[in-house]
């Protein structure tokens, strides 16, 4: 299993250097084409003039989006050229989220940024977390500070989920370049520990016939701690570069109003995260 394709979602209001730079990474590392994709919609004010008025606000703010699509297409090819193998673009005057999820079809990874805010302008902004419920790709969520794809270190953040199954499937390529992979589980109250250490034994024990070499870590939940506490306690611990994760374990509707693991991971800005769903 490797990536073939290299998808890059790119964002009209939002840097997009860093994930620029580890999409082209990506491509050399796997010899892989690399697609940029991106689009907008101009959103006209809620109260304008009509008639030929309101037609001229409206050429115009169709022109600015039109032109913002070609400057980040001549910002893709710059960012691309002599990495990987094929480079394509993909822009569009349409909602980003519908437009990037119609290309996903061609990708085995989405490479996207961070920081989502949990309501975002859809004229605007593809947010990962949308890609990540929909596209049927693993996204790669990459913070604005990042500046290469660090595999010296990664962490696998495991429960026994089909997310997680799937998460660490999709990871493969990128945990068999790695240097060192730590799998850990955190043991919730309800969790009998024998089990867990059981189930973490099985996953190093399968990474093992995939050419992978993890360590198994067992954590008990910290009194007053969250996951995503004791998780970014661990990543730092270990040096880690990139987290992989699997992506809402619980609904959609309760992470968003009560904050959540997989929120957490989208919004940190200090690693690179692979999430599937």
Sequence with gaps: MSYAT???????????????????????????????????????????????????????????????????????RGATRNRGGHVEWRGAVDFPVRHILQQARCADIIVSG??????SDVFALASPKDLVMQAGRPVLVVPDGVNWLDLRSVLVAWKDTPE????????????????????????????????VTAGLSDVVGWLARQRVTATARVLEAAQGATAADQLGKVAGDVGAGLVVAGAYGHSRFREMILGGFTQYLINQSARCVLLSH
């Design 6 to 76: 290299v998808m890059v979602s790119l964002a009209v209001n939002q840097a997009n250097e860093a994930r620029l730079q580890v999409a082209g990474e990506l491509a050399e590392r796997f010899e892989a084409a690399v697609i940029g994709v991106a689009a907008a919609q101009y959103a006209p004010p809620l109260y304008f003039a009509d008639g030929a008025a309101a037609q001229r606000v409206i050429d115009e703010g169709e022109a600015s989006v039109k032109q913002r699509l070609a400057d980040l297409e001549t910002q893709f």
């Design 114 to 119: 961070g920081r989502s805010p949990a309501f």
């Design 164 to 195: 997680a199954r799937r998460a660490v499937s999709d990871a493969l390529p990128l945990l068999r370049k790695a240097k060192e992979v730590t799998v850990v589980e955190i043991v919730e109250r309800d969790d009998d520990r024998e089990a």
